[in-house]
Nanobody, 116 residues
């Protein structure tokens, strides 16, 4: 499975960004899709996840500001990020987890930088 993220960039506090993740080469089965981020000097953390049926979950720090969605036909996952703040600065990674094998696949990441 190949995942490619896009949409990162440099924005100001209070701005919005929409990240996209395109999946290809998927195997038969279902995938839980998620977004993770790694800020400088910190461990990678889960930001948001969405099941194949559309159930979502968010980190407390982004709940109410970020929205994860997916288009199973286009094999794409999105992360709409609103009211960004400098603490959201990180490399954002797309993840796909096969629900049967539990194998994880990762994208290369996209940088999001929020200036104050």
């Amino acid at each position: 499975v190949n995942l490619v993220e896009s949409g990162g960039g440099l924005v100001q506090a209070g701005d919005s960004l929409r990240l996209s993740c395109t999946a290809s080469g998927t195997e038969r089965g279902r995938y839980i899709m998620s977004w993770h981020r790694r800020a400088p000097g910190k461990q990678r953390e889960l930001v948001a996840s969405i099941s194949s049926g559309g159930n979502t979950d968010y980190a407390a720090s982004v709940k109410g500001r970020f929205t994860v969605s997916r288009d199973n036909v286009k094999k794409m996952v999105y992360l709409q990020m609103n009211i960004l703040n400098p603490e959201d600065t990180a490399v954002y990674y797309c993840n796909a987890r096969h629900t049967a094998t539990l194998r994880d696949y990762w994208g290369q990441g996209t940088q999001v930088t929020v200036s104050s």
